[in-house]
């Protein structure tokens, strides 16, 4: 059969030049998927080592857009670590706190945009409205709808009330209710559960031999969880589960995210209920004396590391960060193995990947009829994807219609 | 008629598209762009669609700072677009480089790299920002249409 | 369910295991143990780490500008949430380490990162793309060295 050879890249078609990843299909059956990444690289590690440590929290939150907490969170329990700071309890329950406000968003928007790789917009635009119900209450909280800045050096920035505590405990009844639509339909909606059923198999020896993290890793049933394995803040103290799933596959990866999202309403009501009266930081010198420390944050892609290395001044000499996503790129193209060409979006998108995927280009050399070649962007593969998946009876016109998110 | 009444009426018989093209940003930004399209912030009442293909977009929406390896592709998309065509600088990081100025990695915001109309800061941008900033670029079409009759 | 091992006991074993190791040993607080290897015996202590001890899972190697040396730490955890940090150094004259992504596949991108931005030298990496860095960034440069200088960058005409 014929072999063709896919680049999707961050360029515009018409420009030959290095793609993220490059994807050989053999016939409509992916057979090798080779990665090339970096350009997102901005060069931030070195620029933690000339800024001072609360300048590197501003920093190191834009590590990413979705997960700044956790980047933030995981940086300055490192540097807590070396400086031998005691963070008041309290301080320790409010990062509980806006951690799993950021996984019950992160999880809410990927569901939007899983949603719409597969031509299921409905769910894309509740999802999305659900979402900025965590977003006026993060706004709320924290005076950002992103970079929330709630990490201080030794404690948290912002302290909560009781009529905030108030608006957050409705807020959460409230998405609670719409959530459950979600899983209603996650378990009984024929259609999704054939789309995403199969795409991206892959198995749990694979998940412990490639490192996968997260969602995506639980979804092969390893019940790997930094909370639970190496608990931080005010995790010690909660009661939750470890979501996990045996599907090992898109479909699987959906039902851990919805089922998390239950998991994280139950902690933040706990939260609220237990949160010890006292401070929210304790005083911390500018200077932190030699030393190193790594901690390990379960942000909503996964487990997120950071390790810190100090040197006495009011700078960090070595700050290292590896994002989750670092970790599950690792084993996309296993989780490509065999799939079709049709599944690409879902299955990179079912990793929650943490860059931008609006600007995908395709790029299609049809190596059999010599080198004339089609173009193809991001869009054109996600509606490829979806009008193969209708031929062949899988399609989300009617869903779309009926669909709807009361509450 | 209200400025944002003939906007949106102009916008609809024209029907502006925009393209979006993150330079090397953390998302943030990217995100409150798709957020400003859907109902509760609702872009598309505007008229206008995002699409993918330079050559047909008046309105580039850029975020992220410039990183050195994306440089000479946002170069290449601007020139395939055709005039009359506008660039938005979306965020802190588009407009100024933001948090990362200074990154080796990083040369600045957009402007180093092509010529901006509009300037939308934020960190990040919020949705409102991006449509109160995008009307009044809509603004700036519209009358450099009138201005060639 | 077993007891989980105690961080002490993790360090006796350790150095019952290679006497070279006593008082390169550090027992942080609680799931943290950190030890410094000689480069030569990096190899075989890390393999009995891996396949003997329990640390299942690699989270992060972490180059270090040392001065004369390049230090690596490689981070790695069992499954009860230990994590134990293994620092080694090379010479910056040749700082020449092997890989150890025949035991974690995954790990290649963390040695790929050591190439680029250190300019550690990984013998044994199956061939593949670099990373972080794009093409032609200039040769011999390596950004998160302490002596690198952004200048360099622009100089020589743009990046990629």
Redesign the interface.
């Given at each position: 059969m014929a072999t063709t050879r896919i680049p999707i890249g961050p360029q515009h078609p018409a420009l030959k030049e290095p793609e993220s990843f490059l994807i050989t299909l053999n016939g409509e059956r992916i057979t090798d998927v080779a990665m090339r990444l970096g350009y997102n690289h901005r060069g931030i590690e070195k620029a933690a080592e000339n800024r001072t440590y609360v300048q590197d929290i501003y920093l190191i939150e834009r590590v990413c857009g979705i997960c700044s907490h956790s980047h933030s969170s995981a940086f300055i329990q490192c540097v807590e670590e070396i400086a031998g700071l005691e963070v008041p309890l309290r301080a320790k329950y409010l990062r509980v706190l806006i951690g799993e406000l950021e996984r019950v968003h992160s999880h809410l928007l990927w569901l939007g945009v899983a949603g719409h790789e597969i031509g299921f917009d409905t769910l894309l635009m509740y999802s999305w409205r659900d979402r900025e119900v965590v977003m006026d209450i993060l706004a709320m909280l924290t005076g950002n709808r992103v970079h929330y800045a709630m990490n201080t050096l030794g404690g948290v920035k912002r302290d909560v009330t009781e009529e905030q505590a108030r608006e957050i405990l409705k807020a959460v009844d409230t998405l609670e209710e719409r959530t459950k639509y979600y899983i209603d339909v996650a378990t009984h909606e024929t259609t999704l559960i054939q789309r995403l059923s199969g795409p991206g198999f892959i198995s749990k020896d694979d998940v412990l031999k490639y490192g996968v993290v997260g969602p995506t890793g639980r979804a092969s049933g390893v019940g790997r969880d930094a909370r639970k394995d190496d608990p931080y803040a005010a995790y010690p103290e909660l009661d939750f589960n470890v979501v996990t799933d045996d599907h090992c596959d898109v479909y699987g990866r959906t039902l851990v995210r919805v089922g998390e999202l239950m998991e994280s309403y139950k902690l933040i009501r706990q939260v609220l209920k237990k949160l010890p009266a006292g401070d929210i930081a304790v005083k911390s010198p500018r200077r932190i004396p030699a030393g190193e420390a790594v901690s390990r944050y379960e942000a909503p892609r996964g487990e997120d590391v950071h390790y810190v290395r100090a040197n006495g001044t009011d700078k960090p000499e070595r700050v290292r960060v590896r994002a989750p996503t670092m970790a599950n790129l690792q084993a996309v193209a296993k989780m490509l193995e065999d799939n079709n060409l049709a599944d690409v979006p879902i299955v990179i998108a079912a990793i929650d990947p943490c860059f931008s995927c609006t600007d995908r280009m395709v790029h299609i050399d049809r190596i059999d009829r010599g080198p004339s070649s089609e173009s193809f962007e991001w869009g054109a593969l996600r509606r490829k994807g979806i009008e193969w998946y209708s031929a062949n009876g899988v399609d989300f016109t009617e869903l779309n219609k009926r669909f709807e998110v009361r509450g | 008629m209200k400025l944002s009444e003939r906007l949106v009426n102009w916008a609809r018989i024209k029907s502006p598209w925009a393209i979006h093209f993150n330079t090397g940003s953390c998302n943030a930004c990217d995100i409150e762009i798709v957020a400003a399209i859907t109902p509760r912030f609702d872009l598309e009442r505007f008229g206008i669609q995002v699409k993918g293909a330079p050559r047909h977009a008046d309105l580039l929406l850029c975020s992220g700072p410039v990183t050195r390896q994306i440089e000479t592709r946002l170069k290449r998309i601007h020139d395939q677009m055709a005039e009359p065509k506008f660039v938005a600088a979306v965020g802190s990081c588009a407009c100024t480089g933001g948090v990362f100025r200074g990154c080796y990695n990083v040369k600045g915001g957009i402007d180093q790299a092509i010529p901006v109309s509009i300037y939308i800061p934020g960190c990040p941008v919020r949705p409102e920002a991006i449509i109160d900033g995008v009307a009044k670029m809509l603004k700036t079409l519209e009358e450099s249409q009138k201005g060639k009759k | 369910m077993s007891k989980r091992r105690t961080e002490e006991e993790l360090k006796a074993e350790l150095v019952a295991a290679f006497p070279e190791l006593e008082g390169k040993v550090r027992v942080?607080?609680e799931?943290?143990v950190?030890v410094e290897v000689e480069l030569a015996s990096f190899r075989k202590i890390f393999e009995r780490a891996v396949k003997e001890l329990g640390f299942?899972?690699?989270?992060?190697i972490?180059g270090?500008d040392e001065g004369e040396n390049l230090g690596f730490?490689y981070?790695i955890?069992d499954?009860?949430?230990t994590?134990l940090?293994i620092h080694t150094l090379a010479p910056k004259a040749d700082p020449s380490i092997r890989t150890i992504s025949d035991i974690?596949?995954?790990g290649h991108?963390?040695e790929r990162e050591l190439i680029d931005?250190f300019g550690a030298k990984v013998s044994g990496l199956a061939p593949?793309?670099?990373?972080?860095?794009?093409?032609g960034w200039p040769e011999g440069q390596y950004?998160?060295r302490k002596d690198?200088n952004?200048a360099v960058?622009d100089a020589g005409g743009?990046?990629?």
């Open positions: - | - | 942080a607080r799931r943290r950190w299942s899972i690699l989270c992060i972490t270090l730490i981070h955890a499954q009860g949430g994590m940090n974690f596949p995954a991108i963390y931005l593949g793309n670099r990373y972080p860095l794009p093409d950004p998160l690198f952004p960058l743009e990046g990629a």
